[in-house]
């Protein structure tokens, strides 16, 4: 069983930025492909970023150019580095593995707000 405890949310300014983080349990961090997605009140969750064991990365259109996952298979952690945030991009943002099984965090609020 895979365990997941992400962190780095909260409040930030439209312009700032946030690093998230999900450090996973176990031994096969570095065979899964790891996503970061997010849901806003009223809306669907959906993909902002996921990258394959080998590094390959797959961006939502909104967050090319501003946000970077990232990943750490000696730390079983995954990053999603977050710049020039927007009101908009106020979710709560959930981290996912996957492999032979899917699995995902609990959430971690981000709010951008002025």
């Known amino acids: 069983q895979v365990q997941l405890v992400e962190s780095g949310g909260g409040l930030v300014q439209p312009g700032g930025s946030l690093r998230l983080s999900c450090a996973a349990s176990g031994s096969i961090f570095r065979m899964v492909v790891v996503g970061w997605y997010r849901q806003a009140p009223g809306n669907q969750r959906e993909l902002v970023a996921d990258?394959?064991?080998?590094?390959?990365?797959n961006y939502a259109d909104f967050a090319k150019g501003r946000f970077t996952i990232s990943r750490d298979n000696a730390k079983n952690t995954a990053y999603l580095q977050m710049n020039s945030l927007k009101p908009e991009d106020t979710a709560v943002y959930y981290c996912?593995?996957?492999?032979?099984?899917?699995?995902w965090g609990q959430g971690t609020q981000v709010t951008v707000s002025s």
């Open positions: 996912r593995l996957r492999r032979t099984g899917d699995w």
């Open positions: 990258m394959s064991s080998a590094d390959n990365t």
